[in-house]
């Protein structure tokens, strides 16, 4: 009888040895599956900031940190992306800019007026509080102002 029970304790104990490899084969495998992610989540808003992809790093940024990047990463790639955000902003800015004084330089009201307008848009004003602000949007004005009087004159 001692025997058998033996036999059985062994059995068990086999049994229960072969369940506990299963579980640590699965929680291994798990566990790579979330490292794959977790580097192919990095990766990929590696890539994203590296090509300044400013609308999909945010999604990027949300992805990586359910895939449990680095908190550290995470913190650099939102520094990152505030950067981008602001050299796009100063880049919008600067072609603003640009399509003013090639509106200035032109003989279109309607150029002028639609330049302005998008200039104002991204935040740009005439003169602000402090006296400060954008010359060229005064300097359309002015010219509007300037083509507007032409135009009534060719027409008398």
Do not use: F, N, Y
């Not at 609308?55 to 913190?75: S, T």
């Not at 005439?126 to 949007?137: H, K, S, T, Y």
Request: glycine share 4%.
């Amino acid at each position: 009888a001692a025997l058998a029970e033996r036999a059985a304790l062994a059995e068990r104990l086999a049994e229960a040895e072969a369940e506990l490899r299963q579980a640590r084969e699965r929680i291994a495998l798990e566990q790579a599956k979330r490292e794959a992610a977790c580097g192919a989540a990095s990766d990929a808003l590696q890539q994203a900031l590296a090509r300044a992809e400013v609308e999909r790093v945010p999604a990027l940024i949300e992805d990586a940190e359910e895939a449990g990047v680095d908190a550290e990463e995470l913190r650099e790639a939102r520094a990152e992306l505030v950067a981008l955000e602001e050299q796009a902003a100063l880049a919008r800015k600067e072609a603003a800019r640009q399509a003013l004084r090639a509106a200035i330089a032109g003989e279109s009201i309607g150029a002028l007026q639609e330049a302005s307008d998008a200039a104002r848009a991204l935040g740009m004003v005439a003169v602000d509080a402090i006296g400060e602000g954008e010359p060229l949007l005064a300097e359309a004005a002015v010219r509007v102002e300037e083509l507007e009087a032409a135009a009534e004159a060719a027409e008398a």
